[in-house]
């Protein structure tokens, strides 16, 4: 199986008006599913979701991620979003 290091830009937005960026560097599989399927979905929850949020717990968040470097050139630039 292929993979392929990203360093991805998250921007961690929470209910109460608070904002942090962070910054994640991950080795993830390829190939990646087709947007829109069960697969991608399960895909970005498996390896991009778990690089998002700061530890705070109590209502609502979102998250935007952006792949800012990537080994695999179709993969940059890409972005996700998770929350509410």
Excluded: Q
């Excluded at 399927?37 to 970005?44: K, S």
């Amino acid at each position: 199986m292929s993979t392929a290091t990203l360093k991805l830009r998250i921007e961690n937005r929470y209910e109460d008006g608070m904002e942090v960026e962070t910054e994640a560097v991950v080795t993830v599989p390829l190939p990646l599913p087709d947007e829109g399927t069960d697969e991608r979905h399960d895909w970005e929850y498996d390896h991009i979701f778990p690089e998002t949020g700061t530890g705070w717990t109590s209502g609502d968040s979102w998250y935007d991620v952006e792949v800012v470097e990537s080994t695999a050139p179709e993969l940059l630039g890409k972005t996700f979003e998770f929350g509410y």
